[in-house]
Each structure stands twice: as C-alpha cells, then as structure tokens.
C-alpha cells in the first residue's frame, strides 16, 4: 500500500526558529512536493524535486528552503520561523512514468508559529 | 495566466444528488483531476479525466469538456461520511510534474 508519512502532525515553534519538516515515502517514487494549505487559498507549491538532489522553486518558496539527499526523503526547512508560515503543510509524491501523475498525500503537519 | 475557480461552499442533503463544478484556464491541458479531502486529513485520489466525457466510479462520476474548460464531479445516493472538500486540479502541458490546483469546494451533507 501507498504510504507517504510526515515526520509531525502537529507543531509550534518561535518566531526565529529554524524549523525542519520531515516527508518520507516507501513507493519509490523520483518526484517529491511540498505544499502549504490555507483556507480559502487552496494548495498552494512551495518546492519540488523529481530527483535527488535536485529541487526547483514553485509558486511561494521565499522564506523556505528543501533538501533532498536520498530518493525516499525530502525536507522541507524554515529558516526562520514567521508568524505568516503558520499553516497546514503537506507533502505528497508521484511517479512520473506512470498515466496519470497521481500526487499521493501524506497526513500533513500543522505548524503553528508563535 | 493559470486559473481554476471551483464554488467555495455547497450545501445538499443525504440520499440526494450533488454536482460540483470546475472551470480552468491553463498554459495547455493533459488532464484534470478530483481529490476529496475530510478536514484535517490529506487529500485522497478520486478521479482523473483527460478525454471529454463522463467517466463512472460507484457513486461518484467526473465529466470533462475540453473545449468548454470545464469539469464536474457528480455525487449520487450522498452520505454524511461525503462531507469534505473537495478539490479540482489541472495537469498543464507544461511543467509535467506540478498540478495547478483550485481552492476546493467544501461540501456539507445535511440529514
């Protein structure tokens, strides 16, 4: 079965923290995303990577960095914590050779930030 | 620029009919999909349309006309476990990997 897990359901931090939000998958797959989700606006791409080590900006990526050194793991990292990056943050994964390009989601992590 | 517009809010009662609509206006098409999302949970895979038509899947059903911009997703026989959101989101010609999404449409089933 499909998994994509995320390393926190829920999290607060401070203002001006450095703040790592963990994705790992168990499908293999080359292409990895992060979102940010807020009412009304929808999902919203922070960063994305189709393979390791490689990453690319989506719509909204100031304020955020990415890292992914191995296939299964992709982080996504704050460099410092603001009270607008107080949201849901999702992570999903596809394969590109498949038919559909099929995002699989992992549960999300709401961040609150203080 | 790049746009899907989805109704933010319907309303409908159980055992009934509800059709959710969806237009866009994306750099090219290779096809559109339907996510359902129960509140604080991911997103989970509902449909993927890419030839016009109507395509059935128990009680759900997602039409597409690619000429018109235009998708629905048409929910039959409604449960109170179908209140969610639920989202529209294109896959452009361009930048294959990234999917364009819309806000969602929260729907609330009502007994």
């Known amino acids: 079965d499909v998994k994509v897990t995320q390393s926190s359901r829920y999290l607060v931090k401070r203002t001006g923290e450095k703040v790592f939000l963990e994705c790992v998958q168990d499908?293999?797959?080359?292409?990895m995303f992060w979102y940010r989700q807020d009412p009304g606006l929808g999902l919203r791409l922070i960063y994305f990577?189709?393979?390791?080590?490689?990453?690319e900006k989506g719509d909204i990526p100031e304020g955020y960095s990415v890292s992914r050194e191995k296939k299964e793991r992709f982080s996504l990292i704050l460099e410092s914590a603001s009270t607008n990056q107080t949201s849901m943050y999702l992570c999903?994964?596809?394969?590109?050779?498949?038919?559909?390009?099929?995002?699989?989601f992992g549960p999300g992590t709401r961040l609150t930030v203080t | 620029g790049q746009n899907i517009d989805q109704p933010t809010e319907m309303t409908a009662t159980e055992g009934a009919i509800v059709q959710i609509n969806c237009t866009y206006q994306?750099?090219?098409?290779?096809?559109l999909f339907w996510y359902q999302q129960h509140a604080g949970e991911a997103p989970t895979f509902l449909s993927y349309?890419?030839l016009d038509g109507l395509e059935e899947k128990g009680r759900f059903s997602s039409f597409l006309s690619r000429s018109k911009g235009y998708s629905y997703l048409l929910l039959k026989e409604l449960q109170m476990k179908d209140s969610a959101s639920y989202l529209c989101a294109v896959r452009p010609l361009i930048g294959n990997y990234q999917l364009i999404w819309g806000a969602g449409t929260k729907l609330i089933i009502k007994p």
């Open positions: 994306t750099s090219g098409f290779n096809g």
């Open positions: 990577s189709y393979d390791v080590k490689m990453k």
């Open positions: 349309n890419v």
């Open positions: 999903a994964s596809s394969a590109p050779r498949t038919v559909t390009y099929e995002q699989y």
């Open positions: 499908m293999d797959h080359e292409n």
